[in-house]
């Protein structure tokens, strides 16, 4: 079982920067793919980024590639999301989540935090 949490979210200018970070639960985190996810209001859940358990590998959203960075440090259990040049167009609630395969699909992954809002204004 892992538990997630996460904070960091906010309201920002575009052009802004803000940094979310999820805690996870748990004494297998570096087992698990982390992955950040985001819903828009009456949009489906997208994509954002993920991370090998190692943080070798990361992969991307073409949306957000070049402007945002995920990270994870697994002696603290948490993931990070860097987010520079925010767009208006990135207002959403953004989740992380684990799972145990490398995926950008959001059903793959197992566990899923409760949520941050983030909010671009234009």
């Known amino acids: 079982q892992v538990q997630l949490v996460e904070s960091g979210g906010g309201l920002v200018q575009a052009g802004g920067s803000l940094r979310l970070s999820c805690a996870a639960s748990g004494r297998t985190f570096n087992s698990y793919f982390m992955g950040w996810f985001r819903q828009a209001p009456g949009k489906e859940r997208e994509f954002v980024a993920c991370?090998?358990?190692?943080?070798?590998?990361?992969y991307y959203a073409d949306s957000v590639k070049g402007r945002f960075a995920i990270s994870r440090d697994n002696a603290k259990n948490t993931v990070y999301l860097q987010m520079n040049s925010l767009k208006p167009e990135d207002t959403a609630v953004y989740y992380c989540a684990a799972s145990l395969a490398w995926s950008i699909v959001a059903t793959t992954y197992t566990y899923w935090g409760q949520g941050t809002q983030v909010t671009v204004s234009s």
């Open positions: 991370i090998s358990g190692s943080a070798r590998n990361t």
